[in-house]
């Protein structure tokens, strides 16, 4: 259901528009709208349809006017919209489907707009506000009251139009202006600001006769309707015309500026494989039988995690060039990056899992909350980290607790890592 006031009074459903009834339920209908969501007295309601001579019945022919109103949206659904209060009645609607408070909204956003200096959208804004008038406000309500609220609707539109014009002549847009602002001057004669803006469109349009012939007229028509001379902004206007002064020059087109969004850079993926032996042979079933796992992990989506797979045999049989092999293999599988920590398990001083973590995420470029603040500024492991020793965190032993490598998280149990 939607409430139109911008114009003659209409109540719509679905685009169909319904029949309000007699003049005295428009009247009551039109005061309840102006005042949506708020109690109306019923003399309030009184005094506008009967002016300031209600009659001694006014109180039930108000109440019949709401019983015929309730019938109307019963039928509709929405039997409920007027409410009975204390002192009158209230006429209970989302403000959203009330045109003039569409109106206003869109109004007060372009006025945001303009002041932060966004010019195009704060017409946009402008024009959409504008379209929803469809005439003069609660056209052919014949009622005092609600005319006195349909005029100051009636005045802020003809505001909201002037700022709209002012900005587009501000953007340079004065020959599209002219038939709108002649239109507008016909209508409202005595309004100077009007005037002055078509005399400004007319003039940077090249037609400086006819912007000095429409002081002219305004001139004539306020010294034979008020007895007054234009103001003063208006004579400086007229002025500034004869002279061609160069303020009233058409400002520069504006310049704007479009920033071109450089390409992201690419994510650093980290490829820290030793290089293959070209002439590797042999250990064709071990490497199947790796590729095999790692195939399989690369292409099921639901997997969770990767397989670890143990490669075991005494020092110096290849065990890591057969695990560098086979991660080769399978490299296109993984593009998001392939690691390897060499642990320097025959040298006198291994690296401890601490530390190989710290080098997998710079070279990884592993952002800060991802790698675990232990690996990332824990102190580097003094002790050899055993899986078996127990878990640091959550250990209430303080044998287990002291052969524990406190920032290694191959000392963490599940439950506390």
């Known amino acids: 259901m939607e409430f139109r006031v911008l114009g003659p009074l209409e109540v719509a459903v679905d685009s169909r528009l319904l029949d309000l009834g007699g003049i005295r339920q428009q009247i009551a209908l039109a005061t309840l709208l102006l005042d ?38 019963g039928a509709y659904g929405a039997g409920e919209i007027i409410a009975t209060r204390a002192q009158g009645y209230t006429l209970r609607v989302p403000p959203e489907l009330i045109d003039a ?37 609660l056209s052919g309500i014949d009622s005092r009251l609600v005319q006195s609220a349909a005029s100051r609707l009636a005045e802020h539109r003809i505001t909201t139009n002037e700022d709209c014009l002012q900005l587009e002549l501000d953007l340079g847009r004065h020959h599209e202006l002219v038939g709108e602002l002649s239109e507008l001057v ?3 004669p005595l309004r100077e600001r009007l005037r002055a803006q078509l005399m400004i469109a007319l003039y940077r349009s090249g037609r400086q006769a006819e912007a000095l012939q429409v002081y002219r ?18 004579q400086q206007l007229e002025h ?18 479009t920033a071109e969004r450089a390409p992201a850079a690419p994510t650093p993926v980290p490829s820290m494989l030793p290089t293959d032996i070209a002439d590797f042979t042999g250990r064709e079933r071990e490497i199947e039988e790796i590729r095999r796992w790692l195939a399989e992990a690369a292409g099921d989506p639901d997997r969770l995690a990767v397989p670890v797979i143990v490669v075991v045999g005494k020092p110096g049989i290849g065990k ?22 060499d642990l ?23 952002p ?20 078996t020793a127990g878990c640091w965190s959550c250990s209430t032993t303080p044998a287990a607790r002291a052969r524990c490598c406190r920032c290694c998280p191959a000392t963490r149990c599940r439950r506390c890592w």
């Open 36 to 73: 949506a969501n708020r109690v109306v007295p019923v003399g309030r309601l009184a005094e506008a349809i009967y002016d300031e001579d209600p009659p001694t019945t006014a109180r039930a022919q108000v109440q019949i006017c709401i019983s015929a109103l309730r019938r109307m949206f």
């Open 101 to 137: 408070h569409r109106y206003e909204e869109l109004a007060a956003q372009a006025r945001r707009e303009r002041d932060h200096e966004n010019y195009d959208a704060a017409v946009k804004h402008y024009r959409e506000a504008l379209s929803l008038w469809r005439g003069d406000p």
């Open 186 to 188: 016909a209508a409202h």
């Open 217 to 234: 007229l305004a001139r004539e028509t306020m010294i034979e309707e008020l007895g007054i001379e234009p103001n003063e902004q208006l």
């Open 240 to 257: 500034a015309i004869l002279t061609s002064d160069e303020s009233l020059n058409p400002p520069p087109a504006p310049v704007r500026l």
């Open 320 to 341: 890591t060039t057969i695990a560098v092999h086979a991660a080769h293999t399978v490299a296109d599988r993984y593009p998001d990056g392939r690691l390897f920590a």
């Open 344 to 366: 320097h398990g025959g040298a006198p001083a291994r690296s401890a899992p601490c530390t190989c973590s710290n080098a997998s995420c710079a070279r990884s470029a592993c």
């Open 368 to 387: 800060a909350p991802r790698c675990p603040t232990a690996w990332r500024s824990g102190p580097r492991c003094t002790a050899r980290c055993w899986p």
